[in-house]
């Protein structure tokens, strides 16, 4: 399916329920590839990114129950599982990483471009029909979780990016009207 640009910003939603399908790392590789289009100053191309699909996924899902699911060993197979969902029904992960430089400019600039990448790749996964969501969740900055990433201390993480299918679309946020955010110049 080839949708316009203006249909792929449009329509792309947040998507928070996956439907528990996997993803191929063939097309979440295919999209990274695609996304490193985005614009970037210096041509520095401040990004890293690790995968996690297919057969990564238990090593993945068995860190992410020992960092965000508190207790989890006096939890119930069930209660446990049904906690997890959040992370299990995914189909496949990016962890986007920036280069944090020392300069506070570049520093900026770097983590606006690696943004403009993550919503490229939010947008080209809509194309194919995978929905996906940014997270921030708090383990990003976790030692334990830094490590598993191989993040040098001047990676900073800024994205669980979920990769996955789903049954139902999600609804739009309401928008401000432009009126309400564009003036012109010197009114
Ligand atoms: C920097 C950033 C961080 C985000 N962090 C989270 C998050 O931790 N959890 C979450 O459910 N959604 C997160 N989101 C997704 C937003 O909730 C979502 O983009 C917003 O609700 C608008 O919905 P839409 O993307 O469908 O238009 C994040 C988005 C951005 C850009």
Request: glycine share 4%; aromatic share 10%; proline share 4%.
């Amino acid at each position: 399916m080839t949708i316009s640009v203006k249909q792929a910003i449009l329509e792309r939603r947040s998507i928070k329920k996956f439907n528990g399908q996997p993803v191929e790392k063939q097309a979440v590789l295919e999209i990274l590839d695609d996304a490193k289009w985005a614009p970037n100053h210096g041509n520095r191309q401040p990004w890293r990114i690790v995968v996690a699909a297919e057969d990564k996924l238990p090593q993945l899902h068995a860190l992410l129950r020992d960092l965000a699911v508190p207790k989890w060993q006096e939890l119930s197979e069930e209660a446990l599982a049904a906690q997890m969902q959040k992370f299990t029904l995914a189909g496949a992960y990016a962890f986007v990483l920036v280069t944090e430089d020392m300069r506070q400019k570049e520093r900026l600039e770097d983590y606006a471009a690696t943004s403009c990448y993550l919503q490229n790749a939010q947008l080209l996964a809509w194309e194919k029909g995978i929905g996906t969501c940014w997270k921030t969740p708090g383990f990003l900055d976790n030692p334990k979780f830094r490590e598993a990433l191989n993040a040098k201390s001047n990676e900073r993480v800024i994205s669980m990016l979920q990769f996955g299918h789903f049954d139902e679309a999600a609804k739009a946020g309401a928008r401000k009207e432009v009126a309400d955010f564009v003036t012109e110049f010197g009114a």
